[in-house]
């Protein structure tokens, strides 16, 4: 499985994005399941990628909380979880996708 962590220079959620990643995976028993981290410094890669937004969590290449009609662009993303908006998907809802997958 690839996964690949897209951000911004100096996003301030990437670390809480890789923290809940990697409890999500471990929690789902894909704890030799790792992941990339990758910045897109530019609009054009961020079109290429598919980048919405800092972070951006792709899965096998695909965005599992793409929001349709969002426009490709280097700025922060806001994910909708049950606590309300936050910078990163929460680790239930990562571990929903996951499971999906595994």
């Given at each position: 499985?690839?996964?690949?962590?897209?951000?911004?220079?100096?996003?301030?959620?990437?670390?809480?994005?890789?923290?809940?990643?990697?409890?999500?995976?471990?929690?789902?028993?894909?704890?030799?399941?790792?992941?990339?981290?990758?910045?897109?410094?530019?609009?054009?890669?961020?079109?290429?990628?598919?980048?919405?937004?800092?972070?951006?969590?792709?899965?096998?290449?695909?965005?599992?909380?793409a929001?349709?009609?969002?426009?490709?662009?280097l700025?922060?993303?806001?994910?909708?979880?049950?606590?309300?908006?936050?910078?990163?998907?929460?680790?239930?809802?990562?571990?929903?996708?996951?499971?999906?997958?595994?």
């Amino acid at each position: 499985m690839e996964i690949e962590v897209l951000v911004v220079p100096d996003c301030p959620n990437e670390k809480v994005a890789a923290e809940r990643l990697r409890q999500a995976l471990d929690d789902v028993g894909l704890r030799e399941v790792g992941f990339t981290t990758r910045v897109v410094a530019d609009q054009a890669e961020a079109e290429r990628s598919g980048f919405t937004g800092s972070p951006t969590i792709l899965i096998e290449g695909r965005d599992p909380f793409a929001e349709p009609g969002r426009a490709p662009g280097l700025a922060c993303r806001v994910y909708r979880t049950p606590g309300g908006l936050a910078g990163a998907p929460g680790v239930e809802q990562l571990r929903q996708v996951l499971s999906r997958l595994s």
